[in-house]
């Protein structure tokens, strides 16, 4: 079956999640580095059980706004959009993380932006956000290169692993 693909720069591509991918999917979610970073709701452990359901999740979805990440024809992390809802109906969250072996390629940084132009040109949006955990620089410094605005900082509002910490919010405005 031919992939859809919705974004390509040099080496990586951004296209729909397969069943190949699963396998990896597990290996790469089932960190404690990727997961600290993310809401409680990523599963941990993550099991080749949770990839299934979420696959099985996103494949219900319309529009379709959960991609795979492909890195030199290897699958390497997923990336969202999750366009909201009554008010905020113009805007939508994006997530995104890549598997610890892949770090600080770039790969991130090439995703989000494809993402995005991606996201303003095909979703009916005129804002993308999301909100990074304090000390997640990495992820920061991605949304900068990437032409988001740092908006707030959100006080003590995240408790992880039963620790207090603050949310930095980004948002890119379509032009
Ligand atoms: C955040 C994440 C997606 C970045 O992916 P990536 O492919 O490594 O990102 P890139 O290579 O495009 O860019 C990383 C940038 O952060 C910088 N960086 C990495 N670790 C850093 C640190 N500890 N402190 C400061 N900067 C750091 C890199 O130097 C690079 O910036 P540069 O190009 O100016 O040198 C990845 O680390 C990840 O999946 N983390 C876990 C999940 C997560 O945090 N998701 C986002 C939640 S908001």
Known sequence: ???????????????????????????????EKVSINLR???PKPYTIENAKSFKKMID?????TFFAIEYQNDYV??????????????????????????????????????ISEWGFNQLDIVRIYTGVFEYNQASQRVLEKCGFVK???????????NKIFDEIR???IKE
């Not at 031919?2 to 999917?25: F, H, P, Q, S, T």
């Not at 219900?60 to 379709?64: A, D, G, V």
């Open 40 to 42: 409680d709701g990523f």
């Open 170 to 172: 980004f948002a890119k």
């Open 77 to 114: 992390g997923n990336i969202s959009l999750s366009p909201g809802t009554d008010v905020y109906r113009k805007s939508a969250e994006i997530g995104y993380f890549i598997g610890e072996p892949f770090w600080n390629k770039g790969i991130a940084t090439k995703a989000v932006n494809l």
């Open 60 to 64: 219900s979805q319309t529009p379709k």
């Open 151 to 161: 908006e707030a900082v959100f006080k003590k509002s995240i408790c992880k692993d």
């Open 1 to 31: 079956m031919e992939k859809i693909i919705i974004g390509k720069d040099g080496d990586v591509i951004l296209r729909e999640l397969m069943d190949a991918d699963l396998e990896k999917l597990a290996i790469y979610a089932n960190n």
